[in-house]
T-cell receptor, first 110, second 115 residues
Framework: RKEVEQDPGPFNVPEGATVAFNCTYS??????FFWYRQDCRKEPKLLMS???SGNEDGRFTAQLNRASQYISLLIRDSKLSDSATYLC???????????FGAGTQVVVTP | NAGVTQTPKFQVLKTGQSMTLQCAQD?????MSWYRQDPGMGLRLIHY???????DQGEVPNGYNVSRSTTEDFPLRLLSAAPSQTSVYFC??????????????FGPGTRLTVL
C-alpha cells in the first residue's frame, strides 16, 4: 500500500466550476501536510500548507482530517491556469523528509 | 537569487556509464535532497543531507552516491547506469526551522534516459 494515495484523475472541470479531491496517508505520526502544484514537465511548487483547522488561500481551500487520515483540496471558480497536477505531500519528520503522492491531474476546460 | 539550479537539463547514457548530476542552491539552506519521479509513482527520495558533511539514504538509494562538501552543492552520482534509472531527477532544498514550516524549493529537473 502506498504511504500517500491520490486519485490520479484527470478531473475535467468547466471554467468557473468547483472541483475537490482528497488524499489519504497511512502514517499516523505524520507531522505536517502540504499541497504542491506541478505543471507539465516542470518542478513542483508549494501551493499551500494544510493546517488542522483548515485554511483558505484565495480560491483554494485545504482541509485536514487526522482521525480519518486524509487531506482535501477544493478549488472554487476554476481558471484555465489551474490546469496542473496537484501533489499531496506529507512531512514525516522534523527535518522535512517528505512523502509525495503520485498526484491528481486537473484539466480546466473553456 | 538563482534558487536551486540543476545541470544538465537532459542526458542520455548507455548502460554501464557513470555520470554526475549537479545541484546547487544559493539560499544557504542546510537541508538538500534528491528525488526521482516516475509515471504513477510520485516523487521518491533517493538521498538527503542535513548539512555539509552529512548525508543519508532515502527510499531508493541503490545505484546512487552523494556527497556534501559545501552548503551550496549536492551532486548525485550514478555509478553504473541502468535502464531502470531512466527518470526525471529533482534536487530540492529547504531551510531548517519548525517542522513543516518551511517550503521545499525544487530545481528544474534533469531528464535522464539510459539506453
Amino acid at each position: 500500500r502506498k504511504e500517500v494515495e491520490q486519485d490520479p484523475g484527470p478531473f475535467n472541470v468547466p471554467e468557473g466550476a468547483t472541483v475537490a479531491f482528497n488524499c489519504t496517508y497511512s502514517n499516523s505520526a505524520s507531522q505536517s501536510f502540504f499541497w504542491y502544484r506541478q505543471d507539465c514537465r516542470k518542478e513542483p511548487k508549494l501551493l499551500m500548507s494544510v493546517y488542522s483547522s483548515g485554511n483558505e488561500d484565495g480560491r483554494f481551500t485545504a482541509q485536514l482530517n487526522r482521525a480519518s487520515q486524509y487531506i482535501s483540496l477544493l478549488i472554487r471558480d476554476s481558471k484555465l491556469s489551474d490546469s496542473a497536477t496537484y501533489l499531496c505531500v506529507v512531512n514525516l519528520d522534523s527535518w522535512g523528509k517528505l512523502q509525495f503522492g503520485a498526484g491528481t491531474q486537473v484539466v480546466v476546460t473553456p | 537569487n538563482a534558487g536551486v539550479t540543476q545541470t544538465p537539463k537532459f542526458q542520455v547514457l548507455k548502460t554501464g556509464q557513470s555520470m554526475t548530476l549537479q545541484c546547487a542552491q544559493d539560499m544557504n539552506h542546510e537541508y538538500m535532497s534528491w528525488y526521482r519521479q516516475d509515471p504513477g509513482m510520485g516523487l521518491r527520495l533517493i538521498h538527503y543531507s542535513v548539512g555539509a558533511g552529512i548525508t543519508d539514504q532515502g527510499e531508493v538509494p541503490n545505484g546512487y552516491n552523494v556527497s556534501r562538501s559545501t552548503t551550496e552543492d549536492f551532486p548525485l552520482r550514478l555509478l553504473s547506469a541502468a535502464p531502470s534509472q531512466t527518470s526525471v531527477y529533482f534536487c530540492a532544498s529547504r531551510g531548517t526551522g519548525l517542522a513543516g514550516g518551511n517550503e521545499q524549493f525544487f530545481g528544474p529537473g534533469t531528464r535522464l534516459t539510459v539506453l
